[in-house]
């Protein structure tokens, strides 16, 4: 089995920086995609970006480009989501998910999430 537990979420206003982060434990050898995906109430989740288990690879969805960093710590076996420029509809619960099914935005190709960290942002 594979565990996922993100922390970092939290209330900020708009404008502001926050910088979440996942740990991934068990088997770390079926995460060659982690990625970080959000949900709004009502809503299903929506990937916002992928990271290659080598950092070679990286997708930002375009509501973020620009404003979100995703990035990588192998020797701590941990993902990193840097939220800049935040606005209020980046409010959501935000998840962390692994894959071994290649480059996929599909929620249902991740095998593997955490709980979700609540992120609200204040207008």
């Known amino acids: 089995q594979a565990q996922l537990q993100e922390s970092g979420g939290g209330l900020v206003h708009a404008g502001d920086s926050l910088r979440l982060s996942c740990v991934a434990s068990?088997?770390?050898?079926?995460?060659?995609?982690m990625a970080w995906f959000r949900r709004t109430p009502g809503t299903e989740r929506v990937c916002v970006a992928i990271?290659?288990?080598?950092?070679?690879?990286?997708f930002h969805a375009n509501f973020v480009q620009g404003r979100f960093t995703i990035s990588r710590d192998n020797a701590k076996n941990t993902i990193y989501l840097q939220m800049d420029k935040m606005k209020p509809e980046d409010t959501a619960v935000y998840y962390c998910?692994?894959?071994?099914?290649?480059?996929?935005?599909?929620?249902?190709?991740?095998?593997?999430w955490g709980q979700g960290t609540q992120v609200t942002v204040s207008a």
């Open positions: 998910a692994a894959t071994s099914s290649g480059i996929t935005t599909d929620v249902n190709q991740y095998m593997f």
């Open positions: 068990g088997r770390i050898e079926s995460m060659d995609y």
């Open positions: 990271i290659h288990r080598l950092g070679d690879y990286i």
